[in-house]
């Protein structure tokens, strides 16, 4: 039997080719481990036009965003990206096999970056405008939306939360709840703010000159310019399942400080993650790659110290 050649055993391979595996796989490259970063195509801020909050970036294009990483990667001679959508991550012995469209890998070490995917309320045309009209974060897009009304889609406890981070910057507010029902504090917060809220059905939503047009069940429809919204986000990939990673009430992956998961070996970064101490991922850009370099940081970590 021929023995495995140790130089077929990659460092780390990196899931996930958005902004947290990007700078993960930079960290690593930069400490000249052999990195593997699998890339499946598709991310969490496909349906944006731009990219905000991110000092230097502010306002670029996430495609624009992906292709400067790539050729800061190019730059590492042990990096390899590969645009293969990753089917499999199986723990193997002290070291773990990724099954890819491109085959089979081996590394001593796996990073999940795979993100989360967004499910929006069953509101027609809203998928249209998301990503550019409607959005779910504010400091995200709220400055997009200046000067401008604004609806708050839904009857959650965000929607006061949101009233209150954009009360500066849009011209007028108003909650639409779509039939549900706002709880006594929320509405009684809001009227203190002058914030209508309108408790009607919302048949559709369709662009405007202005943003978006909102049709409502038996009233007259109202034009913003633009909307926010809450969406509910599952894993992007089964690999949290598949290791036996312990998860948060969130739904997404536990992880320390580091990005280290309940496994020994395994790391997760951006959005698919964060520490018990959040109830939920920080959704940006800016903080997905911060977190890709902090997980790359203790890839590195526990590899010097044994």
Known sequence: MSKENPNDILDVIVIGGGPAGLQAALTLGRLHRRVLLLDGGRYRNDPADHLHN???HDGRRPAEFRALA??????????????????????????????SADGRQHARRVLLATGVRDTLPTVPGLQQLFGTVAAHCPFCHGHEYAGRPVALLGAGPHVLMQARMMTRIASSLVVLTNGE????????????????????????????????RVSLDGSAPIDVGGMLVATTFTQSAPFAGQLDLELLPSGCVQVDALGRTSRPGVYAAGDCAHSAALPMPMSS??????????????????????
């Open 70 to 99: 790539h050729a800061d990667l190019a730059v590492y001679d042990t990096v390899t990206v590969g645009a293969a959508e990753v089917s499999s991550v199986e723990p193997d012995g002290p070291r773990f096999t990724v099954t």
């Open 285 to 306: 850009v800016l903080a997905a790659a911060a977190a890709g370099q902090l997980a790359g940081s203790a890839c590195i970590a526990d590899e010097v110290l044994g």
């Open 181 to 212: 029902p706002l709880a006594v504090e929320t509405t009684a917060a809001l009227a203190v703010m002058n914030v209508p809220v309108r408790p009607e059905r919302i048949v559709a939503v369709a662009r405007h000159p202005l943003g978006a």
């Open 54 to 56: 991110f000092i230097t």
